[in-house]
């Protein structure tokens, strides 16, 4: 080769390396979702110029001296490799197009017209920039609406005609065998613990009982710390804890509180290390039992959420984790399905950390797939998730199972421009049975779902500064996002009601804070479940604080317990919506009355002088 072609081959790998480094660049500006017209220009410009360059030294050489490798080679570059850096099996044209045979006969190897910039997203059958977004202007096709078949009725799976107090609702979660149970293994853990100290003196239920009710008491009535319950100055003057049980037993109940067996603990703490050791033995019996017990005793409507919840802790554990955008950062992670309307914890298990397992798909898909369960669920559910959970691949094995989803969706991962559009801007794509609609708010709201249609025609209202004054402006919004913020916050609903009389309190062992909040779930849910049997019989069911109050008096039976309504309310209406006209016959004197009772349907006087509406419930007539 002269020197003359040697220096038009320089040339050529020069503009050749130039060309491909200038394709990685417009690759990387791509996965920032830039103009991708714009890249694909600049990238057919310099291409245009390398081939220039290379016909002219190939026109410069002997046919004989050069051969092409005609088919594609598929493999690319990763995106942390080396752009200068050569493969093992096959060279790279990104450091050089000419690479010298043993022979010195120069080979031409080419890759196809250009590399590839559009990225494909997980789970569609096309790439980002094939996504042809429509506007809201354009129909949408409704998809088929789920029917809803629960494998039992919704609501509270007990007896709706008959009375239960707040410790009978209690019960379900903390029943009687597994306060036995647990004071078995606390006896036998307090001797263990003890040994050569102050000896231990067994507990019984009655004690258990009664530690439960100042748990749940120091949640109603917070003190600095637990000694203060039992101070005797005048602004720590509290009679009630002294009356339950006395200080000492207290904190020695508290230090050795145990829920499994301690023998059971050392056999498992010697699998230590091994794919045998169970990192949640010491809270398994209890564990387990209200997971059961809060799906026996409760069976969702047809709106269910599924999220996250921690539970707050500084102890140094395995379990602990981080999380920067919750109020809790540091604690144990829950994964909660919840009902939407009342918020009743249905199920949930404890995250203990990363699967190693093949069958593994993720944290957010596996978590979904194991609080779902379509047998004990039944099919027509409404699943709403944020955009932790949200992916095709999940929603569309949710829809094999008869359940459907609607959920946000990170920007990032369908090809959000970030645009901007007017207020009340919606656009949306659809890729078989799923459909991406996005809506311009203050910021930019990106939702999935397999049962919403792109716009209904809804609208909400914005206030809006025109000519320097904030009015309110309707503007279109999807029918999805609607639904999603009404039916999303079963979860926080919960962790609400739970963070008002929160019983957990600092301790020193880590399995002691899942008790605690363990009892949190039991009270919670068994309040829940008083409200929905008083909405069932018409009555006006307790406040949580009055719930709570007359939980404790019942575990520590030092008095009557807050009384439940009764049964049936009687409430008086007019007979026609009218005083003066429609009268009937007094059940009681006969006289002529305006007034009816709605339960019993009857006509009852309701005057100053003649209350037979009050005389004719309280003789029990009705009955």
Request: glycine fraction near 4%.
């Amino acid at each position: 080769m002269d020197s003359h072609t040697k220096r038009l081959t320089d040339t050529a790998e020069h503009n050749a390396e130039h060309f491909l480094y200038s394709i990685d660049e417009e690759q990387d500006e791509s996965d920032e979702f830039s103009d991708l017209d714009s890249v694909a220009s600049s990238v057919e410009s310099t291409e245009a110029a390398f081939i220039d360059d290379l016909d002219f030294v190939l026109d410069q050489l002997s046919d004989d001296d050069i051969s092409f490798d005609e088919e594609c080679n598929p493999e690319t570059t990763p995106r942390k490799r080396q752009r200068t850096g050569l493969s093992s099996t096959s060279p790279s044209p990104a450091k050089s197009v000419f690479s010298q045979s043993p022979s010195s006969v120069p080979v031409v190897q080419w890759r196809g017209k250009r590399r590839s910039v559009c990225r494909s997203i997980p789970g569609f059958s096309f790439t980002i920039s094939e996504v042809k977004w429509q506007s809201g202007d354009k129909p949408d096709i409704e998809p088929p609406q789920p029917v809803f078949r629960p494998a039992g009725t919704p609501g509270p799976q007990v007896v709706t005609t008959a009375s239960f107090s707040p410790l009978q609702f209690f019960e379900l979660f903390f029943s009687t065998s597994v306060m036995q149970t647990i004071v078995n293994n606390t006896n036998a853990y307090g001797a263990k613990c003890r040994n050569g100290k102050k000896p231990w003196h067994d507990i019984t239920i009655k004690d258990f009982r009664s530690y439960l009710a100042l748990v749940i008491y120091m949640g109603l009535l917070k003190c600095p710390s637990l000694r203060d319950y039992w101070r005797t100055s005048n602004i720590y003057s509290l009679p009630y804890p002294a009356r339950i049980m006395s200080s000492r037993k207290f904190h020695m109940i508290s230090q050795s509180i145990h829920i499994s067996d301690p023998k059971e603990d050392e056999e498992n703490d010697k699998k230590k290390g091994t794919s045998e050791y169970d990192r949640l033995c010491r809270i398994k019996p209890l564990y387990q039992h209200i997971r059961k017990a809060c799906k026996d005793s409760f069976h969702p409507f047809q709106n269910i959420s599924i999220d996250e919840r921690m539970v707050a802790t500084k102890a140094r554990n395995g379990l602990k984790q981080y999380m920067k955008n919750n109020p809790t950062r540091w604690g144990y992670k829950l994964f909660v399905l919840a009902d939407s309307l009342c918020g009743y914890t249905w199920d949930f298990f404890i995250y203990e950390g990363k699967s190693n397992s093949e069958q593994s798909k993720g944290i957010s898909y596996d978590s979904v797939m194991t609080l779902v369960n379509e047998k004990l669920l039944g099919t027509g559910y409404k699943l709403f998730v944020d955009n932790f959970y949200t992916s095709p691949t999940l929603f569309r094995d949710l829809l094999s199972k008869k359940i459907w989803a609607c959920g946000t969706v990170r920007a990032n991962r369908i090809g959000h421009s970030k645009k901007p559009a007017p207020h009340g801007n919606i656009r949306w794509f659809r890729d078989d049975n799923l459909l991406f609609v996005e809506w311009k708010d203050k910021k930019d709201v990106l939702i999935c779902s397999t049962f919403h249609k792109a716009y209904n025609g809804d609208t909400v209202k914005r206030k809006v500064k025109e000519n320097g004054t904030c009015i309110m402006k309707d503007f279109p919004v999807p029918a999805a996002v609607l639904d999603y913020n009404k039916h999303m916050g079963g979860v926080d609903l919960s962790d609400a009601l739970i963070g008002y009389y929160t019983v957990l309190h600092k301790t020193m062992k880590w399995y002691r804070s899942f008790f605690y909040h363990f009892v949190d779930i039991a009270v919670v849910n068994a309040f829940i479940l008083h409200q929905q049997t008083s909405k069932e019989k018409n009555q006006k069911p307790l406040t949580q604080k009055a719930f709570r109050e007359a939980l404790v008096l019942e575990l520590a039976g030092t008095g009557p317990a807050c009384p439940v309504p009764s049964e049936v309310s009687h409430l008086p209406t007019f007979i026609s919506g009218d005083s003066t006209t429609g009268r009937k016959r007094c059940k009681v004197c006969h006289l002529k009355t305006p007034v009816m009772c709605v339960t019993c349907g009857v006509a009852l006087c309701l005057v100053p002088k003649r209350e037979c509406f009050t005389d004719w419930h309280e003789s029990g007539s009705f009955e």
